[in-house]
């Protein structure tokens, strides 16, 4: 069985390489056997509606590794909604009823990437996480440091990791020589992983998370020439909107 976090998968959750993307390895220095694993953005958003239990059904079908998932507060739920407006949509998905399937064998083992979009959550997210034993499945990211640092100190075996993104959102977040001080903040133990907007991937940026011995995955691929230029720079994972474009390369090479 592979290793990937938390659990070990098993031959009953893994899918045909022919299927999808799991299980498709890559050859870089310092690991013996790396797994790119495929994150699906909202599920599959590219061909279903974002954070919804279809698109969760179509990510287990096109053999996606990890659904990555945006949570924020509204009328006092937790709901899954990248936005404020996102939110108002009667049939928002509310996150207990999201984790529950995922929990089941709908939810066929896949890890879970869940991004904060709302202040104050980050405890009743965790306990959530806990009521449905899901916790060593999933990481929490956000692009705030605060709430991943009240993770760290009241739930440490919970997976976290900053989210990256553009120069506005950096300048918001205060960050400034940011990949310096977020490899500092990796050896300092205070996240795990680094989610970064695709443009932001590099092999320096590659070669200092791993060396920090963290992970990183890099957001979000929406097109295969996207796909084939991260897949080159040797990731941890790539989240993108549709799992078949990680399914390609893979089947070209073999």
């Keep these: 069985a592979e290793r990937w976090f938390g659990p070990v998968r098993t031959a009953r959750n893994q899918r045909s390489p022919s299927r999808g993307c799991r299980g498709w390895r890559a050859g870089y220095p310092g690991r013996a056997t790396p797994v790119l694993r495929c994150i699906g953005h909202g599920g599959a958003s590219a061909l279903a509606p974002a954070n919804t239990l279809r698109s969760f059904e179509l990510a287990v079908e096109l053999g996606a590794d990890m659904v990555e998932f945006d949570v924020r507060r509204h009328g006092g739920r937790l709901l899954l909604a990248h936005t404020v407006l996102d939110a108002l949509r009667p049939c928002c998905l509310e996150l207990d009823d999201a984790l529950a ?9 896949l890890g879970l990437v869940l991004d904060l979009k709302s202040s104050g959550i980050e405890h009743a997210v965790v306990d959530a ?5 899901l916790q060593e499945r999933a990481i929490v990211t956000s692009q705030r440091r605060l709430p991943l640092r ?7 075996a ?6 990256i993104a553009g120069r506005l959102s950096r300048a918001v977040q205060r960050w400034g020589e940011w990949r310096d001080e977020v490899v500092a903040d990796l050896r300092a133990g205070r996240h795990r992983a680094v989610m970064a907007h695709r443009r932001l ?20 691929a929406r097109r295969p020439a996207d796909v084939a230029a ?3 720079l040797q990731p941890d994972g790539i989240v993108t909107t549709d799992p078949r474009l990680l399914a390609a390369p893979q089947r070209a090479g073999r």
């Design 230 to 232: 991260l897949a080159r």
């Design 158 to 163: 919970v997976r976290t990791a900053v989210s």
């Design 201 to 220: 991937v590099d092999g320096d940026l590659v070669d200092r998370v791993r060396d920090a011995g963290a992970e990183l995955y890099a957001w979000t």
């Design 150 to 156: 009240r993770i760290a100190e009241t739930a440490p």
């Design 129 to 133: 996480l806990r009521r449905h034993r």
């Design 101 to 109: 399937w995922l929990s089941t064998e709908g939810g066929d083992g």
